[in-house]
């Protein structure tokens, strides 16, 4: 399970900008469905991580996106939970991903409300 590596990555990355190891109270991410990261695992395995680390026990806070498609055939553009179906309005499958792919720390909340 990589994402133990990822919830650790994350932690050094908010430790870095910080400068130090603080007690979090809310952590921040977007996940989206072609990003290789099950975000289930990482909500699950976050906060011991994070406890793990000296950064408390802070709450993970998921946004998870759709994939953005845009249609090579009718330049429709839609949003899909994953790439099995072809587009919606025309049936092609010739299309152009835009976006989903997202792994992105939006902020970090320190118990005395300090962002990241």
């Keep these: 399970m990589h994402e133990v590596s990822i919830a650790e990555g994350i932690l050094d990355l908010i430790e870095r900008q910080i400068g130090k190891v603080e007690i979090l109270s809310e952590v921040e991410l977007r996940v989206g469905p072609l990003s290789g990261v099950s975000a289930d695992s990482l909500d699950f395995c976050f906060t011991t991580i994070a406890m793990q680390k000296g950064f408390g026990t802070p ?4 946004e998870r996106t759709l994939v953005d498609i845009q249609c090579e055939g009718c330049h429709v553009r839609y949003q899909v939970p994953d790439t099995t179906d072809p587009c919606p309005s025309c049936g092609s499958w010739h299309r152009t ?3 989903g792919d997202e792994l992105q720390l939006l902020g970090a909340t320190l118990l005395e409300e300090y962002h990241v």
């Design 97 to 99: 991903i835009l976006s």
């Design 59 to 62: 709450r993970l806070k998921l």
